[in-house]
């Protein structure tokens, strides 16, 4: 399975922009009776799958700070030494947003946790099949479609609050959605701000806040999609790379990930 490096790696190396293939196929006759066929085959929509290499995204213009962020070597290894940080991650958690941050966290020298919703497969009417790999890794996406999966280390539930200095939420149209509905990650995140502790959320994430009730009288910033929801939520949103409030920085975008990676790094070193 692939580790926070091997993201980054694989991404660079794919200098390819799109491989098209077919997602779904449909219904072979003599699978099932002709009406069912019928009916299943309306059901079922074949759709090609595009890969965005994470290379392409640093080679894109106007994205230079970026890749520089990425390919200038860190030179203080130690800056976040003796530093723990908890990512809150779920299925469907967009890839850069959480390699991007992570590898250069750990190269800062801080102790870095991948922590999942404990895992709750759908019911059975749902007629949906799980891979077992998904009780122990959740899946990336690169803007909406899946690419890989993680391996998590612990899960909401078997942590506390005096466990970590700082956790961090990465986008994903589909991780907040996953991440807000589960009870541990939204008890962890209220105990977290009470503490005074660093929250840091990206893209999407900040909706888990909103679900979370602590973003009345907050400054803050989210993806575009969501910032109507943010601001029914009680905050004043700014339409800015990072926004700083108190124990709260947030982002919006993978191309605002350098920003919200150092943001994280001068808050931890000041606290």
Avoid at 190 to 212: E, T, Y
Wanted: net charge neutral; hydrophobic share 45%.
């Amino acid at each position: 399975m692939k580790t926070i490096n091997q993201f980054i790696i694989t991404g660079i190396i794919m200098m390819h922009a799109a491989v098209n293939t077919k997602a779904q196929v449909k219904v072979a006759a003599g699978q099932t009776k002709s009406h069912e066929l019928e009916v299943l085959n309306q059901l079922t929509s074949p759709s090609a799958v595009v890969n965005m290499p994470v290379s392409q995204l640093l080679n894109a213009p106007g994205n230079e700070a970026l890749r520089a962020f990425f390919f200038t070597p860190v030179t203080n290894r130690t800056a976040l030494k003796g530093k723990k940080i908890a990512v809150l991650a779920a299925d469907g958690f967009e890839e850069i947003e959480l390699s991007g941050p992570v590898w250069y966290f750990r190269e800062l020298g801080a102790q870095v946790e991948i922590v999942a919703p404990k895992f709750n497969p759908a019911p059975e009417r749902y007629g949906l099949s799980t891979p077992e790999m998904a009780k122990t890794h959740i899946m990336a996406i690169q803007y909406l479609q899946p690419v890989g999966w993680l391996k998590f280390d612990r899960t909401a539930d078997q942590i506390k609050v005096s466990d970590y200095d700082a956790i961090f939420i990465p986008g994903g149209a589909w991780n907040p959605d996953n991440l807000r509905f589960d009870k541990d990650v939204i008890r962890f995140i209220q105990d977290f701000n009470k503490a005074g502790k660093l929250i840091a959320a990206i893209c999407h994430a900040p909706v888990v806040l909103a679900s979370a009730d602590i973003l009345k009288g907050k400054r803050l910033t989210g993806y575009w999609n969501i910032q109507v929801d943010l601001k029914n939520a009680g905050g004043t949103v700014l339409e800015e790379p990072v926004v700083i409030d108190g124990n709260l920085i947030t982002s919006r975008h993978p191309i605002d990930v350098a920003d919200f990676s150092r943001a994280v790094e001068n808050w931890l070193t000041r606290h």
